[in-house]
């Protein structure tokens, strides 16, 4: 054990009656504080972020090929891709699923109610990976090559305001060329995802539906739905889906489509920064605070080290290694608490929320271990660095007014 180490130690293990024991459990509740503040930030953020896009990609895929004129409408203008260029999109690099689909607003009406809705036409080859996480009752629709299936997977949110349960009769009415028609569906599944705009809009059902009221022919579509791996790669698939695509057609991402919510995600990582920015250093503050008081309280044994021959090196290494100790021992009960909690929300769900505000039932959380060891690795230096100013105060202490310091 070298000499800077030893004393180091001493000054940690004091007895009670001194004043570095309560000053550094002081320091480590604060910089453990600091640290579960800003662990807990990055997890909710990235479970908001994580749980918001995944419930949003759900309804829309992540790029979407449509008319150029469509706008965004509910009654969009047909398009039909050749399958060999159907093929070349499936090969792009990231490219998990693709699939057609038809939009047309209709109203679904009971004896004493009304509501607007879109019917999502989808065909057999629709990825339901979304949905059957989402569906609360009944199941998903089961299509056949036969005939169009009358199965529809509603909202358990419409369910509730018109009064429907699985496996009753709904009738949807739609208009065509200022003529009204009606179409009678079972519904065979109801689904709940939290977010209110979207679970008060969209019924799930056969596209060959809206082919036949359109009168479109069975390869005229409302557009194309693209699933991928990795959405870090959205804008670069987007355009090579773009660059394969026909000149009357174009490719939306869903941040493209859905802007203000992507926007209102994007508001959060400012918070988040502010917060690690804050907590950072409130655990480099605390740490020179309490520095600079165990170099207060030891003035006189400063004094006697010099006296002895130690340098000014070594005794400042004495209040290096106490405050390493106190930072490494800070962030280990930090992230165990932060941790902790972390993990009690993901399994429990302690801490709700109203999901007519935040489009989630309860905080959601996520986090990896990258972003964990980056955290802790960021507050160590950050503190290291802390450490320095306070330390160099050791030098310009005088041995002899230091023995006699009181």
Same mark, same amino acid.
């Given at each position: ?6 004393? &180091? ?5 004091? @007895?009670?009656? =001194?004043? =570095? ?5 002081? @320091? ?8 579960? $503040? ?5 997890? +909710?953020l990235k479970g908001f972020q994580k749980e918001i896009s995944q419930k949003v990609v759900g309804f829309g895929s992540?790029? /979407?090929? @449509?008319?150029?004129? &469509?706008?965004? =409408? ?33 109203? +679904?009406?009971? !004896? ?5 809705? $879109? ?16 569906? $609360? ?73 809206? /082919? ?5 022919? &069975? #390869? /005229? +579509?409302? #557009? ?5 791996d990795d959405f870090d790669n959205l804008n670069r698939i987007s355009e090579q889906v773009y660059s394969t695509i ?22 959060q990582d400012l918070n988040v920064i502010i917060i690690l920015i804050l907590m950072t250093l409130v655990a480099g ?7 600079? *008081?165990?170099?207060? !309280? ?46 009690? /929300? ?8 109203? &999901?007519? @505000? ?12 990258? !972003? ?9 230096? *950050? ?9 160099? +105060? ?5 041995? $002899?007014?230091?023995?006699?310091? !009181?």
């Amino acid at each position: 054990m070298n000499f800077e180490y030893f004393i &180091s130690r001493r000054i940690r293990t004091k @007895s009670s009656a =001194s004043f =570095s024991r309560p000053i550094i459990r002081v @320091s480590i509740t604060g910089i453990s504080i600091g640290l579960a $503040v800003m662990l807990i930030s990055v997890a +909710v953020l990235k479970g908001f972020q994580k749980e918001i896009s995944q419930k949003v990609v759900g309804f829309g895929s992540h790029i /979407q090929i @449509s008319h150029f004129d &469509s706008n965004n =409408s509910y009654e969009p203008t047909p398009i039909s891709i050749p399958d060999s260029d159907l093929q070349k999109i499936r090969s792009i690099e990231g490219v998990t699923h693709l699939s057609p689909f038809g939009l047309k607003a209709g109203i +679904v009406k009971t !004896e004493d109610q009304i509501h607007g809705v $879109v019917f999502k036409g989808i065909d057999e080859t629709y990825d339901w990976s979304f949905f059957t996480q989402k569906i $609360v009752e009944g199941q998903a629709p089961a299509y056949t090559d036969s005939a169009a299936s009358t199965d529809l997977l509603i909202s358990k949110k419409v369910a509730n305001l018109l009064g429907f349960k699985t496996g009753d009769d709904l009738r949807m009415y739609f208009i065509i060329d200022n003529t009204i028609r009606g179409r009678k569906f079972t519904i065979s599944g109801m689904y709940e995802t939290g977010l209110t705009e979207f679970d008060e809009m969209y019924i799930l059902g056969d596209i060959r539906h809206l /082919q036949k009221l359109n009168d479109w022919n &069975s #390869g /005229q +579509v409302s #557009g194309y739905e693209i699933l991928i791996d990795d959405f870090d790669n959205l804008n670069r698939i987007s355009e090579q889906v773009y660059s394969t695509i026909g000149f009357d057609l174009n490719t939306q991402t869903i941040k493209q489509l859905y802007p203000q919510i992507f926007d209102w995600i994007e508001i959060q990582d400012l918070n988040v920064i502010i917060i690690l920015i804050l907590m950072t250093l409130v655990a480099g503050i605390t740490i020179i605070s309490t520095l600079l *008081i165990l170099i207060l !309280e030891h003035t006189r044994d400063i004094g006697i080290l010099k006296a002895m021959g130690a340098s000014v090196k070594s005794i400042r290494l004495i209040f290096l290694y106490t405050s390493t100790y106190i930072t490494l021992y800070a962030l280990l009960w930090g992230n165990v608490v932060a941790l902790l909690l972390i993990w009690l /929300q993901k399994t429990f769900g302690l801490i709700p929320l109203p &999901s007519e @505000s935040y489009f989630l039932s309860q905080v959601p959380v996520s986090i990896n271990l990258f !972003e964990i060891l980056l955290i802790n690795a960021v507050t160590l230096f *950050i503190c290291f660095l802390m450490m320095l100013i306070p330390s160099l +105060v050791v030098k310009y202490i005088s041995p $002899v007014k230091a023995i006699r310091f !009181e």
